[in-house]
């Protein structure tokens, strides 16, 4: 009976798992929500992790959804070349930001560095403006402009308790998109 239970606990586990190529799938149909999701990162990352293309992927998947914290693994594992090195510094150079940014809104740090290097992510143009006091600042929200698309910086207590920063993608004084960060 334990047998037979275990059996069928182990086949439900491994049934849920991608396929490599099912994976590249998803992301070459930029689906990548599927990719940077909790059932592969229990399951198939770690199935996969000793592939950097795979890790890489997973990574990028992560930042497209702007799942950031999840970079903190691949990072440490992109090791084994100069192109999955540059891949490792170009995720923490964002997450390094986003915790900048973070003291910054929560602790009201006003002195943070301004020899970072940039990304084309948007949290890291956003750090680029913030460091360079290039922003407009109305109560406790802070205001940029980027290509003709305004941005909203501020934070908020989340339902958790947790202080999380908010980044709002403004268009036409409409917001289109929400980040949250923690």
């Known amino acids: 009976m334990k047998k037979s ?11 849920n798992c991608y396929s490599q190529e099912m994976l590249w799938n998803f992301f070459n149909n ?3 929500s599927k990719i940077c999701s909790n059932e592969v990162w229990s399951k198939d990352y770690f199935e996969y992790n000793d592939d950097e293309e795979f890790v890489n992927m997973y990574a990028y998947s ?3 959804t702007d799942m950031i914290n999840r970079l903190t693994s691949p990072i440490v594992q992109l090791r ?3 192109k999955s090195r540059a891949n490792a510094l170009y995720y923490a150079t964002i997450l390094y930001q986003k915790k ?6 929560i602790d009201g740090i006003e002195q943070i560095p301004t020899n970072l290097p940039n990304t ?5 143009k956003i750090y680029d403006k913030f460091s360079k006091k290039d922003f407009t600042k109305k109560q406790n929200a802070y205001y940029f402009s980027i290509e003709n698309i305004d941005y909203k910086l501020f934070s908020k207590k989340d339902s958790d308790g947790y202080e999380k920063i908010v980044l709002q993608t403004i268009k036409n004084n409409e917001i289109i998109k ?3 960060y923690w």
């Open 178 to 180: 929400t980040r949250l």
């Open 62 to 64: 992560c930042m497209q």
């Open 30 to 32: 930029q689906e990548y």
């Open 120 to 124: 084309d992510y948007i949290l890291s």
């Open 80 to 82: 084994k070349s100069k």
């Open 5 to 15: 239970i275990f059996l069928i606990l182990f086949i439900n586990v491994f049934a």
């Open 100 to 105: 900048i940014l973070y003291h910054a809104l």
